[in-house]
């Protein structure tokens, strides 16, 4: 690596206080910025930095399991955590080298140099990324001159020398290394020579890959534009980024990098790790490979992005996030009504990439925003056919009911049935003749109920089906637990497909607080059959007749494709 015939060391001269700022003056600015690469290496480091974030715990299996998603995506490197650091990873290198059969991507250890004074054989890190058996091996250093001193300790020049040493080790026993050059961009602002020698020292060694880490997260893009610009015009590595989202520029400052000469870039399929996160590969994979036109994962299995985020969410516990770019259920779902009726027309008008390209897909949804031509589309998408006549009943209905509280955005069971009806079809599976709920509390020992001893709840349905008067009471653990067992008591002889039909989720929330305990309450209930889950809804001042209309709904929706 070059550093245009300077000679001055780690500490030289052009060394610079924390608050200080050089300009770059002393670097060469005649540098060109390189054309496009044809391909970028994805490196995924969930099981590793992703693992960082708050609340999110993999077990061994958990971890293989989604190495195993990231190479069915087709990532080209896994990142599997920190051999030796806690008995988690042991275990999983110890399973991965029998258990995991990748067929795209390469394993990866992580680790750090050798500690300070002490030589690369006796060093017990480096030992154990010899011994975990990944074929590569990434390796750890500080490039910021203030962590050297304050954090690690030692000098400038020992710590050029632990880079020089650790990496010369490695390749001597036949690991691929990268490089992770830690804080470089806060390094490279305060003092460029001693991060510029950090590099130098890895790349003489034979250091396949420097990988410029954004470790604070804090830097903007053009800043990582022009300093990875600086360093490619002076090595002939490869370089990395490895960007955290605390100013939320992750993603664009990756793709700056990669602009600039970057050829591996480095994150978390939905971005997670610590703080603010990593850079989330579920958009900048899309971004190199439908914006860019560089290849990333292989091209036939772009359509993976989607169903395999949400594999990973569901596999280490955190739900996905509707909005995130190109995989969020809600990224291509279109409410507003002008929107819905421009995307009817040509989807690109709102849609700046096609849907399935990510495994994802249009929806539209509906609310009191949706004009004529959402509803229309909402109808075909469920096989109905409206016309405008009954479109116009239809938004009209609709945008009334909204108003007084209802959401069918997030009501789909029931969006439909009002949809359905509205073509004439009527639910003849069984009609509510009428239902109640009695709460009974038992007094306590004292002769009071301030301290029940018990609390009974009995539901009581009247319900014809077929000609027949079916009455059914049963208890429950509450008014909607004890209104759906006497439902299923009547009516469950008759429809066997009930059986399958289960309530999931019950929500709910009051609309008009001011009006205290006679305020309008919405009930939202969500319902699986065991293949798809439906959420249905119901909205009164009796918060027991709008969990009974939500009920009601989810049972009719469930016979409707069930029975």
């Known amino acids: 690596m070059s550093t245009d015939g300077h000679s001055h060391g780690p500490g030289g001269a052009h060394s610079h206080g924390p608050g200080e700022s050089h300009g770059h003056s002393h670097l060469a600015h005649d540098y060109e910025i390189p054309a496009l690469p044809e391909s970028v290496d994805i490196f995924d480091t969930i099981l590793r930095d992703g693992s960082q974030q708050e609340g999110l715990s993999l077990t061994v299996a958990d971890k293989l399991r989604v190495a195993e998603q990231l190479d069915h995506l087709g990532v080209t490197f896994i990142e599997g955590g920190w051999p030796g650091a806690n008995p988690k990873d042991i275990e999983f290198f110890a399973r991965a080298r029998q258990e995991l059969k990748l067929s ?38 500080k490039t910021w001159d203030r962590h050297v001193v304050e954090a ?174 190109y995989v969020g259920n809600s990224v291509f779902a279109h409410k507003g009504g002008l929107h819905a009726s421009a995307v009817a027309r040509s989807a690109d008008l709102y849609e700046h990439v096609v849907p399935g390209s990510v495994g994802n ?46 959401h069918f955005e997030v009501a789909d069971g029931s969006l439909e049935l009002l949809l359905r009806r509205a073509t004439g079809w009527t639910s003849d599976y069984f009609t509510v003749e009428s239902f109640r709920v009695i709460t009974d509390h038992g007094e306590s020992a004292e002769g009071t109920t301030s301290a029940p001893l018990g609390v009974t709840t009995e539901a009581t349905v009247k319900v014809h089906v077929g000609g027949e008067r079916i009455v059914a009471t049963a208890e429950g653990n509450g008014p909607v637990n004890a209104l759906d067992a006497a439902l299923r008591g009547a009516i469950g002889p008759k429809f066997p497909a009930l059986s399958t039909i289960h309530l999931t989720d019950y929500r709910v929330r009051v609309i008009d607080t001011g009006k205290g305990t006679g305020a309008v309450t919405r009930v939202l209930v969500d319902t699986t059959d065991g293949e798809s889950v439906w959420t249905t809804i119901g909205v009164s001042e009796n918060i027991i007749e709008a969990s009974w209309q939500a009920l009601y709904d989810s049972v009719v929706f469930g016979l409707v494709h069930g029975a």
């Open 152 to 325: 690690l300790r030692t000098s400038l020049d020992e710590a050029v020398d632990m880079v020089r040493d650790s990496v010369r080790y490695l390749v001597a026993h036949d690991l691929r290394v990268f490089l992770d050059a830690e804080h470089f961009f806060d390094g490279y602002r305060n003092n460029p020579d001693f991060a510029l020698s950090v590099l130098a020292a890895a790349e003489e060694e034979g250091a396949e890959a420097l990988v410029l880490c954004d470790t604070n997260g804090g830097t903007l893009p053009d800043v990582v534009g022009r300093a990875v610009a600086e360093v490619r015009a002076r090595t002939s590595a490869q370089l990395g980024i490895h960007c955290h989202n605390d100013a939320g520029c992750a993603v664009a400052n990756s793709l700056v990098a990669v602009q600039a000469g970057v050829t591996q870039v480095q994150g978390c399929i939905n971005g997670y790790g610590e703080r603010a996160g990593n850079t989330d590969l579920s958009a900048a994979i899309p971004n190199l490979s439908l914006k860019l036109h560089i290849r990333t994962i292989p091209t036939d299995r772009l359509e993976r992005l989607t169903p395999v985020s949400h594999h990973i969410a569901e596999l280490v516990n955190i739900a996905p996030n509707a909005q995130q770019p």
């Open 104 to 141: 795209t991507a390469t394993l990866v250890a992580f680790g750090s140099t050798r500690r300070a004074g002490v030589r690369p054989e006796d060093d017990a890190v480096l030992a154990n990324l010899i011994d975990a058996g990944a074929p590569v091996a990434c390796i750890v250093a």
């Open 361 to 406: 897909g249009t929806r539209v949804v509906v609310s009191e925003m949706a004009g004529r031509s959402t509803l229309a589309m909402k109808a075909a998408e469920l096989g109905l056919e409206l016309d405008g006549e009954v479109l116009g009943r239809v938004l009209d209905e609709l945008k009334r009911l909204e108003h007084e509280g209802y």
